[in-house]
């Protein structure tokens, strides 16, 4: 697969999926929230960079190191701590799941479309779909021990609880008057993701890094190495809400 293609496709589906040109990106400085920044801003979307977490957490620290190279308009939302129970309980009642991930990302996105209504934007674009496309959770590790057909049925799974929860969040969103829209995990990029051979995303169970042809497609857009190379740290961990979020229950 060449990267020519991969980023074409990319740029295919933004096109699709984004209307406004004005548009928030939410941002933690990972390589898949940097790539679709980066490739936002090339393509003449007006960009503006939202970071949320607790005060020091990993994900703001990181997103405004990574900052430093692409220069975008940035904005930081410290969550507070004296509201995050009333607000947790308020997103449990709405997306009615005790499921963990889904209440931890709901919190999350809820305080990104929070940001974006106070800067005036309607539009927040999300990098949800590099990591299930891509093999780049833990569990993508243990899968190919077991072979290919393992690895594409993981992945099919992660792409229907996905698709599932982001619709559940948007719900959630709903209250600022934001949308959320996630170009990779359209109809037609799930497709053709698929064809991408899996040794081009993950190569054994030793593979800590993962997502090698979106890495190699973020350092030739011009990805900060920093950035492009970094390791995952899911949102809910890069935000210090899984923790909160525990010794709150």
Not at 41 to 64: P, R
Request: aromatic share 6%; net charge positive; proline share 2%.
């Amino acid at each position: 697969m060449s990267l020519d293609e991969l980023l074409q496709k990319i740029q295919f589906s933004i096109k699709q999926t984004i209307s406004d040109k004005k548009i928030g990106v939410a941002f933690s400085g990972g390589v898949d929230s940097t790539l679709i920044a980066k490739l936002c801003h090339m393509m003449n979307y007006e960009v503006t960079l939202l970071t949320i977490g607790f005060e020091n957490s990993h994900d703001i620290k990181f997103a405004k190191q990574v900052n430093e190279f692409l220069k975008l308009p940035h904005h930081i939302l410290e969550i507070d701590h004296k509201e995050f129970d009333s607000i947790s309980k308020k997103i449990h009642t709405i997306i009615k799941t005790d499921n963990l991930s889904w209440n931890e990302n709901s919190i999350a996105f809820y305080h990104v479309s929070k940001l974006a209504q106070s800067l005036g934007l309607k539009l927040i674009v999300t990098a949800n779909g590099i990591d299930e496309l891509f093999c780049g959770y833990n569990g993508y590790r243990e899968a190919i021990k077991q072979g290919i057909a393992t690895v594409i049925s993981l992945m099919d799974d992660k792409l229907d609880n996905e698709l599932k929860m982001m619709k559940a969040i948007n719900q959630v969103c709903s209250e600022f008057g934001v949308k959320l829209v996630q170009p990779l995990l359209s109809e037609d990029f799930i497709k053709f993701a698929k064809t991408i051979p899996i040794s081009e995303k993950i190569i054994d169970e030793n593979d800590l890094q993962r997502k090698h042809i979106i890495r190699n497609l973020a350092i030739r857009v011009g990805v900060p190495e920093l950035s492009a190379n970094a390791r995952k740290k899911a949102l809910q961990y890069g935000t210090m809400i899984h923790k909160t979020l525990l010794k709150s229950r």
